[in-house]
């Protein structure tokens, strides 16, 4: 039975042997060198491991001889900055003798030293080349060629070279020296003569041509002008047909892009008004939760809204507004009609209806938000009546305001197409010199017409819907700018509406985003650090606070800088410079000495508190007269403020300590001169700020208990026998970097510990050889010394018996 | 000799302070000068002489620069004779008996009784603050810094940030000088007041809180009254006071885990009536904030700025390892800014229109 295996590992072993040798090595390998690992059984399906065969005295034997290629002569070299290479010639030649390499190096040195010195010539040493004397080569004639390229035309060569030509010269040259030299001399010179002559011709072609190319230059270069002139007329030409056609049918163009939009096959069946109604309540449904999850912080990544969304802004186009209501006064509700089966122009129309509601008269506003409470705010909007058709019939009798329905046909045509024309940069500079020409405009002396502004605002926010990246960009850069400044004064009109701007065009309820946050930490210094002096600070304050309160009503975050500023007004209103303590900011100190709500009269019982306050008038330079009137409103504002803000904050704990200053205030407040409304303001706020509320104990959310190990069956889905790793992929990388990271180690250790050894090895046959040596050399000295001892002895010995 | 240069030294202070002026081509010789020990020491003797008598009250700024600039670097407490010399001659005078100029105690004791004096005097309330921030550098150049404890409780007693600078030397003479100061914590405790996060020393305060608290020896119940009165004043701080205000109380609670009930009370009661912590008491210790709970942080989790509710939400696990806070101190709004004007790429979200949106605004303004 062994036997039996044994021939057979032997076979094999054999077999694999020759199979490598065919390769590698030559001669046959000792059987006894191999090391098999051998299968006991064979398995199915399991792979079978790449290291069968092992030859460890050959792989031993390689390693070693590495070592000793390597680190033996590092070891060697250890502690030597250089060492002697004998360079000199054939000194590693095995083939040669000493007498040989003598001789090379000698030759080597005399032709070194002829190159050195060739003009002085030893005497008996003349030059050579090819075994003849280099001095004859005078008779040499040379080549007479001197041709551009330095080569001979092929029938000189023919006739002159390799003996042909020269054959009959040679013969001559035998009979009569004088006469061959003569007419050898005549005929170099007619070659010559050829040769000059035809280089003289080929110049001659050549500096025609050159006139020739010229001459063709030139007159191309007249031409060109006149080609060029007449081709920019027939563009302008061109162009004029288009500028007219244009301009008689914008209208219609704007009409066919309608017409023409794609809009499905017509073999589908129209969409009923539920459908279309139901498609835009889930849209708006799909954006109100985008906006929610991006106000909750959720989503790292904020997507893009498409296209179809795009359309114009979303506050105040008097126009539109006015025209809306009038459509509203004749009772058809005309102002929906345009939805159709169109999602965009629906948007555009709930847009006008919003507008409507936020700028109109007071009563109107009432009205139109009654409205929005009794129905749900996004279905509203959405009530349709009429077709396309009616629409555009309603918009041409609308003459007056054609330019209006223009722009809100060209933002319904608004595809994608049309965004990709506004490229951005292009975007980026015109928002840009907008927006500048705009805050230009606000911070002039005299300020244009609201109508003017309103058609400016709207143009801006249409464009900043239309291409955000643009706008946001233009915005940041405006925001660094501001932020740069610094900032010891509330900021004026134009940076009031440009805040304005950034809240109408961005959403402000995101928990980070790239132009609201830094805008809203902006409003943020600027109400820490402005310093109140006068009214007009005051009402620049107001404002901000009410954009404030604008940007978090949906998110209801928590801005403590306005509830500071409003603190800071009811403290100027009460005058009590004891309060002083009680305020949080400082910057209403430095104007205590001449209190800018202080009141003048007190006649003013009688001043109506009017809502809303005209911001431009009141902050436009024209009018820097400080009334009582603007002091009342401003504080009927302020209280008016502070109750939003109550009731904003009321479900928030901790609403109480806020507003302990400012129910401190309200309290001092002398209200007898004022008039009815601000007290009932101060009434309203007092009984809000001294609801109670409750405070509940902070507790940490209980942790999720660790189950405990247990002892279970491990179940494989698919068993083969090797453990797999079961876990997270960032988990698994790390294992398995670990793993290879001990294995390379441990390879490490290894080669060190082998490099040891070899190293060892080296010293300890060093140590002995040179033991060897100096033993021998102990033993030949003691030798000699023992012979001498015993010379010495001998002698004694003989002069003993000699005497 | 020695004359000559003791009145070349004289000329040049004289000169200054004849001048005034605080910049100059005599102040930057005497910035040089002042690292010798002998011309300090005849900067010193003449300056001792003229402070009391001679120099008047607008000439206190330049006094006080001058006081700034007397380097006693060299004046260390292991060290007993000097030697950097400017003239030759001073060195030649030591070679035999040790001189006064050479002694360290002399030096120490010129300088402290300049300082002295010169603190004896009115000072107006902007030479007050400087003097107040410069002081905790130099107490240890005097024969005793206990001297200046007076000056420095009087200065605390004033009130204001005054009295937030003059608790920055108090501190270091109860800490490294022995003094026996009363109620420090108490002392503290009162100047924790709403405006300090609007106050020019602001960074400051909050370096100096941090430090006042850095021990773990407090009591419990002084540390959550500092954590309550601190998450009190938050709710009106600014943004930035709060991402440097925040870490400080995490800070805080690491250090005394008795504290931690303030953020995590088990137990039955989920709430209260009112608050049991009474932020008018005076006493740290009688402020009952150890019955109460930090609802302010809850509160802040709505604030409108992103980096501080990430800041309270790590109250949620509180690590045991303190956070380095000496980047948070000076933070200003400004960074936050340009922090926040992050690249606007195609992502960016905007108003679609149609979404309700609020009218605040449009309702109580008329924009044009």
Same mark, same amino acid.
């Given at each position: 039975m062994a036997k039996a295996r044994k021939s057979k590992t032997q076979k094999n072993s054999k077999r694999i042997a020759s199979d490598h040798s065919k390769f590698v090595n030559p001669k046959p390998l000792n059987p006894f060198e191999l090391k098999i690992n051998r299968q006991k059984h064979d398995i199915l399906g399991r792979k079978v491991s790449k290291h069968e065969v092992g030859k460890p005295l050959q792989s031993r034997k390689k390693a070693i001889k590495k070592r000793k290629e390597t680190l033996l002569v590092e070891y060697n070299n250890l502690g030597k900055s250089n060492s002697i290479i004998d360079r000199r010639l054939g000194e590693y030649d095995r083939n040669l003798t000493t007498d040989q390499k003598q001789l090379r190096r000698w030759a080597k040195a005399r032709k070194y030293n002829l190159a050195d010195s060739d003009e002085e010539l030893g005497p008996g040493e003349t030059l050579t080349q090819f075994n003849q004397a280099s001095a004859d080569a005078d008779h040499f004639d040379g080549f007479s060629d001197d041709s551009d390229d330095g080569k001979l035309s092929a029938d000189i060569v023919a006739a002159e070279h390799f003996g042909s030509g020269h054959q009959p010269n040679a013969n001559k040259q035998e009979t009569n020296e004088g006469v061959t030299s003569k007419t050898h001399y005549e005929r170099m010179q007619e070659i010559l003569k050829k040769k000059n002559e035809e280089k003289l011709r080929r110049d001659i072609v050549k500096e025609q041509m050159q006139t020739k190319r010229q001459q063709l230059d030139e007159q191309l270069k007249a031409n060109w002008n006149r080609i060029q002139e007449h081709m920019k007329g027939a563009k302008e030409r061109f162009e004029n047909e288009e500028l007219e056609r244009g301009k008689i049918s914008t209208l219609k163009i704007a009409h066919n892009k309608l017409l023409f939009e794609k809009r499905g096959t017509p073999s589908e069946r129209l969409k009923t008004r539920e459908q279309s109604d139901q498609e835009a309540k889930e849209r708006l449904n799909q954006l109100e939760t985008e906006r929610l999850q991006r106000m909750m912080g959720e989503i790292t990544e904020e997507k893009s809204i498409s296209a179809d969304a795009l359309t114009s802004g979303e506050f105040l186009d008097q126009k539109i507004g006015r025209r809306n209501k009038r459509i509203h006064e004749s009772g058809n509700d005309e102002e929906n009609e345009k939805d159709g089966n169109d999602d965009r122009s629906e948007d555009i129309l709930g847009l006008t209806n919003d507008n409507n509601n936020d700028n109109d008269s007071n009563e109107e506003e009432r009205s139109s938000k009654s409205d929005e409470e009794e129905s749900d705010d996004l279905e509203d909007n959405y009530d349709n009546d009429d077709d396309d058709d009616d629409d555009l019939e309603c918009s041409d009798e609308d003459g007056n305001d054609e330019s209006v329905e223009m722009k809100v046909i060209s933002s319904v045509s608004n595809t994608k197409a049309d965004e990709e024309i506004l490229k951005t940069e292009d975007v980026i500079n015109q928002f840009e010199k907008k927006l500048s020409s705009f805050c230009e405009l606000l911070a002039s002396y005299e300020l244009p017409s609201s109508d003017v502004l309103s058609e400016m605002t709207l143009d801006l926010i249409e464009m900043g819907t239309k291409s955000p990246v643009a706008a946001g960009q233009v915005m940041c850069q405006m925001i660094e700018q501001l932020n740069s400044m610094l900032c010891s004064s509330l900021p004026r009109l134009e940076t009031l509406l440009f805040l304005k701007l950034v809240g109408s065009i961005f959403p402000t309820s995101d928990r980070r985003h790239p132009v609201t946050t830094p805008a809203m930490l902006l409003m943020s210094k600027m109400l820490n650090h402005g310093i109140v002096r006068n009214c007009h600070e005051v009402v620049s304050g107001l404002f901000l606070v009410t954009l404030l309160l604008e940007f978090v009503s949906l998110s209801m975050r928590f801005v403590p800088e306005a509830i500071n500023f409003l603190a800071g007004v009811l403290f100027l209103a009460a005058d009590r410079p004891s309060d002083k303590e009680q305020l949080v900011m400082l910057n209403f100190r430095s104007g205590a000495k001449s209190n800018p709500m202080k009141l003048t009269n007190c006649e003013i019982k009688e001043i109506k508190v009017s809502v809303p306050l005209n911001l431009c008038q009141m902050l436009s330079t024209e009018s820097l007269l400080e009334t009582d009137e603007l002091r009342v409103n401003c504080l009927a504002m302020c209280l008016d403020l502070a109750a939003k803000y109550r009731i904003l904050y009321g479900s928030l704990p901790a609403v109480e300590a806020i507003f302990a200053p400012i129910k401190n205030f309200v309290e001092h407040l002398n209200l007898e001169n004022y008039p009815m409304k601000v007290k009932e303001l101060s009434e309203n706020l007092k009984d809000l700020v001294s609801q109670k509320v409750v405070y509940q104990y902070l507790v940490k959310a209980p942790k999720k208990p660790h189950s405990i190990k247990q002892l279970e069956p491990k179940i494989y889905e698919k068993f083969d026998g090797r453990k797999k790793l079961v876990g997270p992929q960032e988990w698994r990388d790390k294992q398995l970097a670990s793993k290879k990271c001990k294995k390379m180690k441990k390879d490490a250790e290894r080669e060190l510990r082998k490099d040891q050894r070899v190293l060892q090895g080296h010293i300890i046959k060093e140590t002995l050889k040179r033991k060897m040596i100096k033993d021998q050399k102990v033993k030949n000295i003691l030798n000699s010394l023992a012979s001498q001892e015993g010379d010495w002895r001998s002698m004694k010995k003989g002069k003993k018996t000699d005497l | 000799m020695a004359d000559a240069q003791r009145c070349e030294i004289e000329e040049l202070v004289k000169r200054l302070v004849g001048a005034g002026n605080v910049a100059g081509a005599d102040m930057t010789k005497f910035k040089k000068r002042m690292k010798y020990d002998d011309c300090r020491y005849y900067a010193m003797k003449f300056m001792l002489v003229n402070v009391k008598k001679n120099w008047k009250k607008e000439k206190q700024p330049i006094v006080l620069n001058l006081l700034k600039n007397l380097d006693m670097t060299n004046c260390k407490d292991g060290v007993a004779q000097l030697? &950097?010399?400017?003239?030759?001659?001073?060195? *030649?005078?030591?070679?035999? &008996?040790? !001189?006064? #100029?050479?002694?360290? $105690? @002399?030096?120490?004791?010129?300088?402290?009784? /300049?300082?002295?004096?010169? %603190?004896?005097?009115?000072?107006? !309330?902007?030479?007050?603050?400087?003097? #107040?921030?410069?002081?905790?550098?130099?107490?240890?150049?005097?024969? $005793?810094?206990?001297?200046?404890?007076?000056?420095?409780?009087?200065?605390? +007693?004033?009130?204001?940030?005054? $009295?937030?600078? !003059? %608790? +920055?030397? #108090?501190?270091?003479?109860?800490?490294?000088?022995?003094? =026996?100061?009363?109620?420090?914590?108490? &002392?503290?405790?009162?100047?924790?007041?709403?405006?300090?996060?609007?106050?020019?020393?602001?960074?400051?305060?909050?370096?100096?809180? =941090?430090?006042?608290?850095?021990?773990?020896? #407090?009591?419990?119940?002084?540390?959550?009254?500092?954590?309550?009165?601190?998450?009190?004043?938050?709710?009106?701080?600014?943004? @930035?006071?709060?991402?440097?205000? %925040?870490?400080? /109380?995490?800070?805080?609670? *690491?250090?005394?885990?008795?504290?931690?009930?303030?953020?995590?009370?088990?137990?039955? *009661?989920?709430?209260?009536?009112? =608050?049991?912590?009474?932020?008018?008491?005076?006493d740290p210790m009688k402020s009952k904030a150890m019955e109460s709970s930090l609802w302010e942080i809850k509160y802040l989790l709505n604030h409108h700025y992103h980096e501080v509710v990430k800041e309270v939400m790590k109250f949620d696990n509180l690590s045991a390892h303190e956070q380095d806070l000496s980047d948070l101190f000076e933070l200003k709004i400004e960074e936050l800014v340009t922090k926040e004007l992050t690249k606007v790429d195609k992502g960016i979200a905007f108003n679609p229109p149609g979404l309700p949106q609020s009218c605040v605004s449009t309702e109580l303004w008329q924009l044009f």
């Open positions: - | 030697t &950097k010399f400017h003239f030759a001659s001073s060195s *030649a005078i030591t070679t035999g &008996k040790p !001189a006064k #100029l050479s002694l360290v $105690s @002399e030096h120490k004791r010129l300088y402290t009784f /300049i300082w002295l004096e010169f %603190l004896k005097a009115e000072l107006p !309330a902007q030479i007050h603050k400087e003097v #107040l921030s410069h002081l905790p550098n130099v107490m240890k150049f005097f024969t $005793s810094p206990l001297q200046l404890s007076d000056y420095l409780t009087e200065s605390y +007693n004033q009130g204001g940030v005054i $009295s937030l600078l !003059a %608790l +920055n030397g #108090l501190f270091i003479l109860v800490n490294s000088y022995n003094l =026996d100061y009363p109620n420090f914590y108490d &002392k503290v405790y009162a100047l924790l007041h709403p405006q300090i996060f609007h106050l020019k020393y602001k960074a400051r305060f909050l370096y100096l809180l =941090d430090l006042f608290l850095s021990s773990t020896h #407090l009591s419990a119940h002084l540390v959550a009254a500092f954590i309550k009165k601190m998450a009190r004043l938050l709710l009106t701080a600014p943004p @930035e006071s709060l991402l440097c205000a %925040l870490p400080m /109380i995490r800070n805080w609670l *690491a250090r005394h885990p008795a504290c931690h009930v303030l953020v995590h009370r088990p137990g039955n *009661a989920t709430e209260m009536a009112s =608050d049991p912590y009474d932020s008018n008491e005076a």
